[in-house]
């Protein structure tokens, strides 16, 4: 569905992309970890149209894309500030971008309200943005992004300001969402757990190179992943609270 070939990126005499070629599958969500400024954020941004490549191709369904603006590309680029317009309610920001392609007022509000009730957001339709929690906002940002039915959609650390419960939940709902409208993701993230529990496929950015893992268990065992380490370190915790709650 998405291929990447060849891709590059420097800024002066940093190489940020690096011959970069990979590809996604129609409804895949590939995880991508990486340090910060391994170039994971400037991959989302040149696919979105935001920043130009100097070289390389990027073909969405067979058809070049890196020559057309971002707006008829079929991505669409969300990160962790929502961006809703603070003079539109919930109803109006969702609805926004089926109103720029002029659809008619039926199908719009036949839309909007199916999908504000499957983001639970229904019951909100008429609030402003500043109303809403940092959860709420999320969830309208991410109904907006949806409406208009994007063949890609680019995530970059979506809910990183989210705290630990508001983000778990917002995860499982986008995994419902995106299995139900099979839409293939890139999903940009610091999180070890959460790239294992979002993505299809893992993928580590390094060295302006995008390494994919054929299976979780391949990720897990290659040691420069870190995700082994982790996962002791974790399982050790566990054990220890089981070890003193034995003996309190």
């Known amino acids: 569905m998405l291929e990447v070939e060849k891709l590059k990126k420097s800024y002066g005499r940093e190489t940020v992309l690096r011959d970069l070629s990979f590809s996604v599958r129609e409804g895949d969500i590939l995880s991508i970890l990486g340090r910060s400024g391994s170039g994971k954020t400037t991959l989302l941004k040149i696919l979105a149209g935001l920043k130009e490549p100097d070289d390389g191709e990027v073909l969405l369904r067979g058809r070049p894309v890196l020559h057309l603006p971002p707006q008829k590309r079929g991505m669409v680029y969300l990160y962790q500030e929502t961006l809703l317009f603070p003079h539109l309610n919930v109803f109006e920001n969702m609805a926004f971008g089926l109103r720029v392609r002029k659809l008619p007022e039926k199908e719009i509000r036949q839309r909007t309200e199916q999908l504000l009730d499957e983001l639970g957001m229904a019951g909100h339709s008429g609030k402003m943005p500043e109303q809403l929690s940092g959860g709420q906002q999320q969830r309208v940002a991410f109904g ?33 969402i995106c299995r139900e409208y099979r839409i293939s993701v890139l999903f940009v993230t610091h999180d070890l757990k959460e790239a294992l529990c979002m993505g299809d496929r893992i993928a580590r950015m390094e060295q302006g190179q995008l390494k994919i893992y054929a299976q979780r268990s391949d990720f897990i065992r290659d040691t420069a992943s870190g995700a082994k380490k982790e996962m002791d370190f974790w399982t050790g915790i566990r054990e220890e609270s089981k070890k003193k709650n034995k003996d309190q």
């Open 144 to 176: 907006r992004a949806l409406i208009i039915n994007p063949t890609l959609l680019l995530l970059d650390e979506p809910f990183g300001k989210l705290d630990s419960r508001t983000r778990e939940e917002m995860q499982e709902l986008f995994l419902r």
